[in-house]
């Protein structure tokens, strides 16, 4: 569905500025029927790769393929084949949720027969037929995002991409979300996102990269890169205050890894309740203790730390 080689996106300079490369290079593939996911901290260049696949972003290096077809020389053909789901909404607050999707149907040069059937199923699919009346200012964040996701829905794409399409919702919301988002891809749709949820990453996409500064540094399975780049297990331990400094040099070299937190210790280790023990026999005990199972969050701050990037 997507092919890209040595995907390139730079920035030209303002006056007394250098430009600026956003994506440097990188190769990937994106398979029909599958969900794939783009992870990073802010500026790795998620957006940027996002908006050459929308074919809203010239390329300035490499090639990408998009449903057979050149995204340089094809790019209007490509737009009329896909669905985008921006990060912000979007939507028009002065018309009614059923003219947001008629109106939105028409773009497309759908006949007005087509436009109104298709209105009526994406609102069943999105669970608002009893708002179609209603102004999309009187919806919940919920509800305009599925509507945002209906609307994108309307020409029948093959492919739809997805700007961090949960951020702001609340966990019931978020869930809805998902679930519509398996039926699409149930119904052979691709689905290609970009999100800062990790759990939303290992819920939804069958594969992914992570980005870092403009670069891909690891591309797999949610389940291959956390066997590839962390432990089976994390034991999360925290201690009284004072207390956490003797704590990290009591249990120095009881592990390979050990994160050391402002508020607790995080020990990588392939069995946490065995590694739980070895820390109980060097006489610490700690006031609260968490074994848990490592999660692509670790394999995120991982490989690409844990400092703020603005």
């Not at 995080?266 to 203790?289: C, K, P, W």
Request: hydrophobic residues 40%.
């Amino acid at each position: 569905m997507v092919q890209a080689r040595g995907l390139r996106k730079t920035y030209a300079a303002r006056r007394g500025e250098i430009p600026f490369t956003a994506v440097h290079g990188i190769d990937f593939d994106v398979r029909r029927g599958e969900t794939f996911g783009f992870l990073g901290p802010n500026g790795a260049g998620k957006s940027s790769t996002m908006r050459m696949i929308g074919c809203v972003s010239p390329l300035s290096g490499g090639a990408l393929r998009i449903l057979g077809l050149d995204a340089s020389a094809r790019g209007a053909d490509i737009r009329a084949r896909i669905g985008s789901v921006p990060q912000d909404d979007a939507l028009d607050t002065e018309l009614t949720v059923r003219e947001n999707l008629v109106v939105y149907g028409r773009f497309f040069g759908l006949p007005r027969n087509v436009v109104h059937q298709r209105a009526d199923e994406l609102l069943e699919f999105a669970r608002l037929t009893d708002k179609a009346r209603a102004r999309v200012i009187e919806l919940s964040g919920g509800m305009r995002r599925r509507l945002t996701i209906a609307r994108s829905l309307i020409n029948s794409p093959e492919l739809l991409l997805l700007d961090e399409p949960t951020t702001g919702l609340d966990p019931q919301a978020r869930h809805l979300l998902w679930e519509r988002l398996f039926q699409l891809k149930q119904d052979g749709v691709t689905l290609i996102l970009t999100t800062h949820y990790m759990d939303e990453a290992e819920q939804l996409c069958d594969r992914l990269v992570i980005m870092d500064g403009g670069r891909i540094v690891a591309e797999g399975s949610p389940r291959a890169l956390i066997e590839r780049h962390v432990t089976r297990e994390v034991l999360e331990l925290r201690f009284a205050p004072g207390e956490q400094a003797l704590a990290v040099s009591q249990t120095d070299g009881i592990a390979e890894r050990i994160d050391v937190l402002p508020d607790r210790l995080l020990i990588f280790a392939n069995d946490g309740e065995q590694m739980l023990n070895a820390v109980h026999e060097r006489g610490l005990h700690s006031i609260t203790t968490l074994v848990r199972r490592s999660s692509l969050e670790d394999v995120f701050l991982t490989l690409t730390g844990r400092s703020l990037i603005e």
